[in-house]
Structures are given as C-alpha cells and as structure tokens.
C-alpha cells in the first residue's frame, strides 16, 4: 500500500487549501483513513478521520473549517480545509488503517500501519 500526499503550499490567514491523498495497491476495500499534522517540536496531531461507511470525525480545533472526504472511484482521500489559521501550520500526513471502523485508539498514530510522506502547509 503506497498513499501519497499533495497540495500543500503557503497560503495566507483566512485563505484554502485542498489536500489529496492519491492510495494505490489496495487489496482491502474496508479500511479508515485519516489525516495527522505535525508542528515542529510538538506531537503527531489527529486531524480527521472517515470510516469505511463514510462516517466523519474531526478535532475540535478543525470542525466547520476542515472537510475530509473520500472519491472511492479514484482511491483519493481529501481534506478541505478553509478560514486557515497560523496554528493549522504543520506537515499533514495521510494515514491508513485495514479495519472498517474506528475502535480503540484511533486518535493515536500507532492505530495507523500505513502513512504517506507528508504535505507541508503554511499559513501566514
């Protein structure tokens, strides 16, 4: 399984930006996808999570600015994320996991067995 991140960029406060998260190799079709973010010096951070059925979960920090969604036909996870903030800076990462629903410790990167490279996002 290979996830692969794009469309990160700088952008100013209050502006957009639409990550993609392209997955190839799949030989599973229930899973949950997520997307982290990374400050520097600071810890992995849960972002968003969307489950097999299209069920959605977001930091508190993110809800009703950030979006994540899914287009199964083309194996693309997406995160919306508008009114950006100098505190959304960080590297985002897309994450992968081979159970359909959330259980446990989702909101822990170690639930996660598949990651991408990460996005770098700057807001100024």
């Known amino acids: 399984v290979q996830l692969v991140e794009s469309g990160g960029g700088s952008v100013q406060a209050g502006g957009s930006l639409r990550l993609s998260c392209a997955a190839s190799?799949?030989?599973?079709?229930?899973?949950?996808m997520a997307w982290f973010r990374q400050a520097p010096g600071k810890e992995r951070e849960w972002v968003a999570a969307?489950?097999?059925?299209?069920?959605?979960r977001y930091v508190d920090s993110v809800k009703g600015r950030f979006t994540i969604s899914e287009d199964n036909a083309k194996n693309t996870l997406y995160l919306q994320m508008n009114s950006l903030k100098s505190g959304d800076t960080a590297m985002y990462y897309c994450?992968?996991?081979?159970?359909?629903?959330?259980?446990?410790?989702?909101?822990?990167?170690?639930?996660?067995?598949?990651w991408g490279q990460g996005t770098q996002v700057t807001v100024s």
């Open positions: 994450a992968a996991e081979r159970r359909p629903y959330w259980s446990g410790d989702y909101l822990r990167p170690s639930w996660y067995n598949y």
């Open positions: 190799g799949w030989t599973y079709s229930r899973y949950c």
């Open positions: 969307i489950d097999s059925d299209g069920g959605t």
